[in-house]
């Protein structure tokens, strides 16, 4: 049973971060388009118990964001 999801970001390649626990995967997405925002290079949901729920491209796909909308640029 699935007890509830995670977000997992990378903001630097192969450093895993891993968010709060959120009780639905439309929270998740939320959180998932906070960090994207934040600059984070990609952001992935999982279950609780580590099961991949949702891959990058597809969080980006339900956000309908492009490759270049997480990346923060020059100021």
Do not use: H, W
């Amino acid at each position: 049973m699935i007890n509830y999801f995670v977000v997992t970001a990378s903001t630097t390649p192969g450093v895993p971060v891993i968010g709060p626990p959120c009780p639905s995967i439309e929270k998740a997405l939320c959180g998932a388009k906070s960090l994207l925002g934040d600059g984070a290079v990609m952001a992935y949901i999982i279950d609780s118990d580590g099961n991949m729920i949702l891959p990058a491209d597809q969080v980006r796909f339900r956000l309908k964001l492009s490759d270049s909308a997480s990346r923060r640029r020059p100021v």
